[in-house]
C-alpha cells in the first residue's frame, strides 16, 4: 500500500427531510446565493424545501446552470456574485450545479486574469468562497469531494479542476429526492459512480486488501439496488443504499493508497465536449474498449472482479478477465445504456484522431494508472469504441 494522507472535511446529513436542517448549518449573517440547475426543483419541491428552511436568511437566487456547466453562463453567475456582495454559495443540484458552484467559489477570491485559467493551469485551488449542497441527484460523489468539471461550448472542451478548498463545507442528502427523477438520468447515476470505482480499482494489484473491498462492496450494492431504484424510485430504502453508494464512489476513500486510472473518464469528456452525449454514458462506450486494450496489464485485477463482484469463476485470468467486460457491458445494457459511439452519433469517423490530437496539444502525453497510454493508444481506445 502506499503512503497517504487523507482528510474530507464535508459533513454530511443524511437522510428524510433533512433538508429542513439547513439554516442550522449557515452562518447566520450570511448573505447567500442558491444555485439551481433548469428548474426541476421548481416542479418537485425541494425548492420550496430550500426557501421554506431558509426563510430567516438574506437568500438570493441564480437559476439556469445547464447539464454540463457552461463557463458564459458561470460567468453571468460570477458578475451576479460580484455585484450582490454574495459571500455564501448553496448548489442545490445534480454533479452539474455543484460543480458550476465549486468553480463559482474558486472564481470569486481567483486574483488571476480570466477564469478559464483555473481549468487550463490545473493547480489545485486552495482558496474559495463557502460553499454547501443539497443533492437532488445521486451520480458523481461531487457532494464529497473537491473536484469540478466544466464544459465551454464555444471552444466545445471540457476540463476539469480541484484542490483543497473546494469540498463542500456540508452537502445534505435526502433519499427521497431521487422520485423526481428520469429514468434516463438514474440509469446515469448508477452507471457514472459504478465507473467512478472501477477507475480507482481496475489497476493492478497492491495488496491493499480493505481498498478492494470497499471497491468490490459498493460495486456488489450498485448492481443490487439498480433494478430496484429503476423500476420504482420512491423505494426509500433502495434510494438511500443508491444515494450513499454513489457518494463513497468518489468521496476519496477507496483511492487512498491505492493506483488509480482516470483514463475512461479523460476519454469520455471529450465525447461530451464534442457530441454532447451524458457524461455517464460517454463512460459506458469507452470503458469496454479501454479494459479490452490494456488486457496485459489489467488482467489480473479484471478477473478479481470477476470473480468477487460477477461470481465468474471458470476459466483462466484472462479468459475470466474478458467475461467480466462482457458482464460490465451487460449491466450498462441493463441499465438501458447503448456502449457504442455510434449508437449515439453518426458523426463519429475521425473522432479517435481528433482526441488523440488534443491530448497531444494538451500535453498528456501518458495518462492511466502507470502513465503509459500515449495520445496513438487513446486514438486505437476511442476507435474500438465507434
Ligand atoms: O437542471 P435540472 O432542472 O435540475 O435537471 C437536472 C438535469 O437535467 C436533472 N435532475 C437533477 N436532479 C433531479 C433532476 N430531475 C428531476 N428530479 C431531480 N431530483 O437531471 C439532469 C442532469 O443533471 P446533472 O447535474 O447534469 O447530472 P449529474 O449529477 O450526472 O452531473 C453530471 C456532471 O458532473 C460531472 C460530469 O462531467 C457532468 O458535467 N462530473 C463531476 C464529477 C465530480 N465533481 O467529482 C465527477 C464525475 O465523473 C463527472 O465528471
Ligand atoms: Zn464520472
Same mark, same amino acid.
Given at each position: 500500500? *502506499? ?35 433548469? &428548474?426541476?426543483?421548481?416542479? !418537485?419541491?425541494? /425548492? ?8 430567516? =436568511? ?50 470569486? /477570491? ?20 463557502? =460553499? ?27 476540463? #476539469? ?11 445534505? $442528502? ?13 440509469? !446515469?447515476?448508477?452507471?457514472?459512480? =459504478? ?18 473491498? =470497499? ?5 456488489? %450494492? ?13 423505494? /426509500?430504502? #433502495?434510494?438511500? *443504499?443508491?444515494?450513499?453508494?454513489? %457518494?463513497?464512489? $468518489? ?32 463512460? #459506458?462506450?469507452? +470503458? ?5 486494450? *490494456? ?6 485485477? $479484471? ?17 475470466? +478477465?474478458?467475461?467480466?467486460?462482457? +458482464? ?7 441499465? &438501458?445504456?447503448? %456502449?457504442? $459511439?455510434?449508437? /449515439? ?14 491530448? %497531444? ?26
Amino acid at each position: 500500500m *502506499n503512503q497517504f494522507e487523507y482528510k474530507n472535511p464535508t459533513k454530511i446529513i443524511f437522510g428524510q427531510n433533512k433538508i429542513a436542517e439547513l439554516a442550522k448549518e449557515i452562518p447566520a449573517k450570511a448573505k447567500v446565493l442558491i444555485l439551481y440547475g433548469g &428548474g426541476s426543483i421548481k416542479s !418537485n419541491g425541494i /425548492y420550496d424545501q430550500v426557501k421554506a428552511a431558509l426563510a430567516d =436568511f438574506n437568500v438570493m437566487e441564480f437559476g439556469g446552470i445547464p447539464p454540463n456547466p457552461e463557463y458564459a453562463v458561470l460567468m453571468d453567475a460570477l458578475d451576479f456574485i460580484k455585484s450582490n456582495e454574495i459571500n455564501f454559495l448553496l448548489a442545490v443540484g445534480g454533479g452539474s450545479v455543484i460543480d458550476g458552484t465549486k468553480f463559482l467559489a474558486a472564481a470569486a /477570491y481567483y486574483e488571476g486574469e480570466t477564469p478559464w485559467d483555473i481549468l487550463t493551469s490545473r493547480k489545485p485551488v486552495l482558496k474559495a468562497m463557502p =460553499f454547501a449542497s443539497v443533492l437532488t441527484l445521486p451520480a458523481t460523489g461531487s457532494e464529497m469531494n473537491s473536484g469540478a468539471v466544466v464544459t465551454r461550448n464555444e471552444t466545445k472542451e471540457k476540463l #476539469a479542476m480541484g484542490g483543497p478548498a473546494l469540498f463542500p463545507q456540508f452537502s445534505i $442528502l435526502d433519499p427521497q429526492v431521487i422520485q423526481s427523477i428520469p429514468e434516463r438520468q438514474i440509469a !446515469n447515476g448508477l452507471a457514472d459512480a =459504478f465507473t467512478h470505482v472501477l477507475e480507482q480499482y481496475l489497476t493492478y494489484p497492491t495488496e491493499a486488501l480493505l481498498q478492494d473491498r =470497499f471497491a468490490e462492496s459498493i460495486l456488489q %450494492t450498485l448492481t443490487e439496488v439498480a433494478p430496484k431504484v429503476l423500476k420504482d424510485p420512491s423505494d /426509500y430504502k #433502495a434510494a438511500a *443504499n443508491f444515494m450513499w453508494s454513489c %457518494t463513497m464512489a $468518489l468521496n476519496g476513500l477507496i483511492s487512498q493508497g491505492v493506483p488509480s486510472d482516470w483514463a475512461v473518464h479523460a476519454m469520455g469528456h471529450e465525447l461530451t465536449a464534442l457530441f454532447g452525449i451524458d457524461h455517464a454514458r460517454t463512460l #459506458a462506450i469507452i +470503458a469496454p474498449s479501454h479494459y479490452k486494450y *490494456n488486457m496485459d496489464s489489467k488482467q489480473e485485477k $479484471l478477473a478479481q472482479y470477476a470473480e468477487r463482484v460477477f461470481n465468474i469463476n471458470e476459466g483462466s485470468t484472462e479468459e475470466k +478477465a474478458l467475461a467480466v467486460i462482457d +458482464a460490465t457491458e451487460s449491466f450498462f445494457h441493463s441499465l &438501458g445504456i447503448k %456502449t457504442r $459511439l455510434s449508437e /449515439y452519433t453518426q458523426d463519429y469517423k475521425g473522432t479517435s484522431e481528433l482526441i488523440s490530437e488534443r491530448f %497531444t496539444q494538451r500535453g498528456w502525453m501518458g495518462i492511466g494508472e502507470r502513465g503509459s497510454l500515449s495520445p496513438d493508444d487513446v486514438a486505437k481506445i476511442v476507435e474500438m469504441a465507434y
